[in-house]
T-cell receptor, first 115, second 111 residues
Framework: DAEITQSPRHKITETGRQVTLACHQTWNHNNMFWYRQDLGHGLRLIHY???????NKGEVSDGYSVSRSNTEDLPLTLESAASSQTSVYFC??????????????FGPGTRLTVL | QKEVEQNSGPLSVPEGAIASLNCTYSDRGSQSFFWYRQYSGKSPELIMFIYSNGDKEDGRFTAQLNKASQYVSLLIRDSQPSDSATYLC???????????FGTGTRLKVLA
C-alpha cells in the first residue's frame, strides 16, 4: 500500500546542531508539505513543494530549509537548531493543488526536542 | 482575526448524543473545506471534505457548509467514546491555495 513515512520518529539534539528530518511518500503525489504542531498554535506550515525542484516558504520558515530532488522525498533541515524549534513535525502530501485541492495525507510525525 | 477559527473546547457530550463542531473562516473566496480527526499523539486523519453549500453525509458524520456566513460545521451522530479526539478544520485559501488549519476542538464523549 502507498504510504508516507517520516524518520526519525523521535529526536533529541542540542542547540546549534544541524538536524535533518526525512519524509518519504510512495503515492507519487506532486505536492509535499512540512508542518509543525505546538499547543495553542495548531498546525503551522513551514515549507511546501508543488513538484521536483520547487520549494516555497510557509508562515514559519525561518531557520528551516527544504529541497526537492525527486517526487518521493522532501527532507526538512534545521540549519542551527534552537530550543524554540522543539515541536512535533508532520509531513503531508497531496496529489494536486488549486481551489478544490485534493486531501492532504499526513505522516506519523517526528517529535523533536532541542536541549 | 485568525484565518480559521475553532473553539478549543473541550466539548463534552454524553455517549449516543450529537456532537456539533463549528469552524469559521475569513477568506470569502475559499472553496475547499476539510475536517480531520487527531487522536492524542497521532497524526491528523481525514474525516471528510466539502466543496458545495449544504450538507454532506458520510455514515455518522455530516459536514455542513454555509459560504455566505463563512462557516463549516461537523455533526457526529450517536457519538461514541472512540470519537474522543481533537477535530481540525482546514480551509484552502483563494489565490495561494494553501491549507490553513484551525487550532482544533477537543471533543470528549462521556460513557
Amino acid at each position: 500500500d502507498a504510504e508516507i513515512t517520516q524518520s526519525p520518529r523521535h529526536k533529541i539534539t542540542e542547540t546549534g546542531r544541524q538536524v535533518t528530518l526525512a519524509c518519504h511518500q510512495t503515492w507519487n503525489h506532486n505536492n509535499m508539505f512540512w508542518y509543525r504542531q505546538d499547543l495553542g498554535h495548531g498546525l503551522r506550515l513551514i515549507h511546501y513543494s508543488y513538484g521536483v525542484h520547487d520549494t516555497n516558504k510557509g508562515e514559519v520558515s525561518d531557520g528551516y530549509s527544504v529541497s526537492r530532488s525527486n517526487t518521493e522525498d522532501l527532507p526538512l533541515t534545521l540549519e542551527s537548531a534552537a530550543s524554540s524549534q522543539t515541536s512535533v513535525y508532520f509531513c503531508a502530501s497531496s496529489r494536486n493543488s488549486g481551489p478544490q485541492a485534493d486531501t492532504q495525507y499526513f505522516g506519523p510525525g517526528t517529535r523533536l526536542t532541542v536541549l | 482575526q485568525k484565518e480559521v477559527e475553532q473553539n478549543s473546547g473541550p466539548l463534552s457530550v454524553p455517549e449516543g448524543a450529537i456532537a456539533s463542531l463549528n469552524c469559521t473562516y475569513s477568506d470569502r473566496g475559499s472553496q475547499s473545506f476539510f475536517w480531520y480527526r487527531q487522536y492524542s499523539g497521532k497524526s491528523p486523519e481525514l474525516i471528510m471534505f466539502i466543496y458545495s453549500n449544504g450538507d454532506k453525509e458520510d455514515g455518522r458524520f455530516t459536514a455542513q457548509l454555509n459560504k455566505a456566513s463563512q462557516y463549516v460545521s461537523l455533526l457526529i451522530r450517536d457519538s461514541q467514546p472512540s470519537d474522543s479526539a481533537t477535530y481540525l478544520c482546514a480551509v484552502i485559501t483563494s489565490g495561494t491555495y494553501k491549507y490553513i488549519f484551525g487550532t482544533g476542538t477537543r471533543l470528549k464523549v462521556l460513557a
